[in-house]
């Protein structure tokens, strides 16, 4: 990383730098300014546009053209086709059970669209770019932005609920009013706080751990910059090696993150959605009841 970032404020290039604002005159600062283009979005665009464009590309490398070797993926392909039934068999049918097939392509999305995302985000686009796109214009990790991963979470929120009353109807309105009459509706109540934590908890942990590393990289270099400042050409340089190393290790540590962090959210999600779509003591009920009236 260019130890020129170190020369400013090390949120500088962790946070969202506006591109193109709207102003709207309202109070306070969330009224004043609507940010219709931002770093962050850009990198968005960025991520979506090559999982657009590299996806299916993957999802053509074949061995072959004959019956059977167009069946065998290969290269970048046969990665893409791993990760893909990995997800299917280890995260979303443990969690889905019989309606996997209806969410798998939400749940492949959801990790392909985040680890682009912190990928992409891991590329100082700022620092080779700053000399003729102005404003931090590109570069920066998008989720590193919790504005981002709310809005990713509340798409799961949104999963939840709508599929919940899609499959179930009033049945899963009344999964929430468990225990006896009275302490049902506190124990609804709390569920409802449920569903609240959950959204946060996935928007939280994504923003927050793809937020750290960064922060980290930004003073690590810092060091540098002051030291050089405060005691010269010498002292900086020494400090320097230890510094380049450390920020060698955290950033593949950062690279790990990048790939644990798609998979926890992605297997958070495709946990939160079957617990609403799966409602296990209905589907008891009525098994005892059907092996009741049989016998």
């Known amino acids: 990383m260019d130890f020129l970032l170190a020369a400013d404020n090390p949120l500088t290039h962790v946070v969202q730098h506006p591109v193109v604002q709207i102003p709207l005159g309202g ?14 979005i850009i990198m968005q665009i960025i991520a ?26 290969r290269g970048f392909g046969n990665l893409i086709e791993g990760l893909c039934d990995a997800l299917r068999t280890h995260v979303a049918q443990p969690a889905l059970g019989k309606y996997t097939d209806q969410f798998v392509p939400y749940v492949w999305s959801a990790f392909f669209f985040v680890l682009t995302c912190n990928l992409v985000g891991l590329i100082p686009l700022a620092d080779w770019t ?11 990790t998008s989720t590193g932005n919790v504005w981002v991963t709310g809005t990713l979470a509340v798409c799961t929120l949104f999963m939840i609920i709508y599929n919940g009353l899609r499959l179930h109807g009033v049945a899963y309105v009344k999964h929430f009013f468990i225990g006896p009459p009275g302490l049902n509706v506190f124990i609804a109540f709390l569920e409802v706080v449920g569903l609240a934590a959950k959204t946060f908890a996935l928007a939280v942990r994504l923003f927050a751990n793809m937020l750290a590393g960064h922060i980290l990289l930004a003073v690590l270099a810092g060091f540098v910059m002051m030291t050089a400042a405060a005691y010269g050409t010498l002292p900086a340089l020494a ?13 593949f540590l950062e690279l790990f993150v990048a790939f644990l962090q798609a998979f926890i959210f992605t297997f958070l999600t495709a946990t939160f959605i079957g617990m609403a779509i799966n409602i296990h003591h209905d589907e008891h009920d009525e098994e005892h009841a059907e092996a009741a009236a049989a016998h």
């Not at 109070?27 to 962050?40: A, D, K, Q, V, Y």
């Not at 979506?48 to 993926?73: E, F, Q, S, Y």
């Not at 700053?130 to 920066?140: N, R, T």
């Open 239 to 251: 400090l320097a090696i230890p510094v380049i190393l450390g920020s060698v290790a955290i950033n």
């Open 27 to 40: 109070p306070g600062p969330f009224f004043e300014t609507f940010t219709l283009l931002s770093n962050h």
């Open 48 to 73: 979506a546009v090559l999982l657009i464009w590299l996806i299916p590309k993957a999802v053509k490398m074949r061995r072959g053209t004959d019956d059977v070797n167009k069946l065998v993926p």
């Open 130 to 140: 700053k000399s003729f796109v102005p404003h931090h214009a590109l570069g920066g």
